[in-house]
């Protein structure tokens, strides 16, 4: 509110000044609404500067004045080589402006590359903001579980999306195959998703290196010129940056470790959708995808079932649970095994003394109900 205030009266000093100097020569009103105009425009300077990085500010200053110092150069050639007049006059004012916009612009651009944390002192505490830069490849774009992750906000720093990482999406969504074109569809509409993200900062980086070839190369010479993080599901492209020094933030390996905690002795509830590929298993799987091996569970696909868990395998491909099925620890499952022997077979099995003692009581309640 305070800011407010003075930003006011800024503005309110500014359109007094040109009221009373009329610096347009316009008359007092007209003068008192040029200074107006003139002080909102420096506000909105201002508002727009206070959310530029230091890092910015340094190198657009450093770049303009570089700029002036070389339009001052060419200023001194123009002199010499035009005659003086108009055209002398409006060459150097051009070579003058443009000069200072590139420099201000292309110093403003490449000020993200100053390490100011090494000049210490009131610079020290921007030591924090290095390896800020969270760098998107194509596979974790076209995944698309790195939108949830930034919108919990786990993510800090900027994700950074490379130039040629979104040429390659768009080759895949062009692509004749439609398999490969919905996924590059996928990721254009997750880049979009991720765009409109309110709690995290999107920037996309034009810098391309030429000599390098493979698209998994550049994203590791992108993460050294920037010291930023690969964000990532590759293997391959994990291991590869992981020789080059490059730190990498694997989707996979999170995933994993959000996984449930499962120890041996625990009993759980599973789902049997299919047979194992050993004798009498079935496998069973988790809401978070984690594949459950039971042992005596291959005629119960298709039911729920209760497990005791024997080991816990970690993979990486993720977590494998193996579990085993108790029949004698489910009476519900165990009711049909209560049915008397069939006595007419030829060679039937012996029974138990409960069983003998069911199969005598049967005639007599027969007979019983014959006389009721």
Avoid: W
Wanted: with cysteine; hydrophobic share 45%; net charge neutral.
């Amino acid at each position: 509110m305070d800011l407010v205030i003075i930003r006011g009266i800024f503005v309110l000093l500014v359109a007094a000044a040109c009221y009373f100097l009329q610096p347009f020569g316009m008359g007092h009103y007209a003068d008192a609404v040029g200074g107006v105009l003139l002080g909102g425009a420096v506000v909105l300077f201002e508002i727009r500067l206070r959310a530029v990085s230091l890092k910015r500010l340094i190198g657009a200053a450093l770049g303009s004045v570089l700029g002036i110092i070389g339009a001052y150069l060419f200023s001194v050639v123009i002199r010499n080589a035009v005659p003086m007049g108009n055209l002398q006059s409006f060459l150097q004012l051009m070579v003058m402006a443009v000069m200072a916009y590139v420099g201000l612009v292309v110093g403003a651009a490449k000020g993200d590359l100053l390490n100011l944390a090494a000049l210490g002192g009131i610079f020290g505490g921007e030591k924090q903001s290095r390896r800020s830069y969270k760098i998107l490849d194509t596979s974790v774009i076209i995944d698309g579980r790195i939108a949830d992750i930034a919108e919990t906000g786990f993510l800090d720093g900027v994700l950074t999306i490379p130039a040629f990482v979104l040429r390659e999406l768009q080759l895949v969504a062009d692509s004749a195959d439609s398999l490969k074109r919905n996924r590059g569809r996928r990721g254009l509409d997750i880049l979009q998703r991720i765009q409109k993200l309110t709690n995290i900062q999107v920037t996309i980086v034009e810098d391309d290196f030429p000599a390098v070839r493979e698209v998994d190369m550049k994203l590791i010479e992108l993460a050294k010129l920037y010291e930023g993080k690969i964000v990532t599901n590759d293997f391959n492209l994990n291991k590869v940056a992981q020789l080059h020094g490059v730190d990498v933030l694997n989707i996979n390996e999170l995933a994993n470790a959000l996984k449930p905690i499962v120890l041996p002795g625990e009993i759980m509830k599973v789902f049997i959708l299919k047979e194992g590929k050993e004798y009498n298993q079935g496998v069973a799987y988790l809401d978070d995808g984690t594949m459950v091996v039971v042992d005596n569970a291959r005629k119960m696909i298709g039911k729920t079932i209760e497990i005791s868990v024997t080991s816990v395998l970690q993979t990486t491909a993720g977590k494998m649970i193996f579990g085993k099925f108790d029949e004698r620890g489910q009476t519900g499952m165990a009711k049909p095994e209560m049915r008397p022997p069939d006595l007419r077979k030829s060679n039937p099995q012996p029974a138990s003394p409960e069983q003998h003692a069911q199969a005598a009581a049967a005639p007599a309640v027969e007979n019983e109900e014959h006389e009721g």
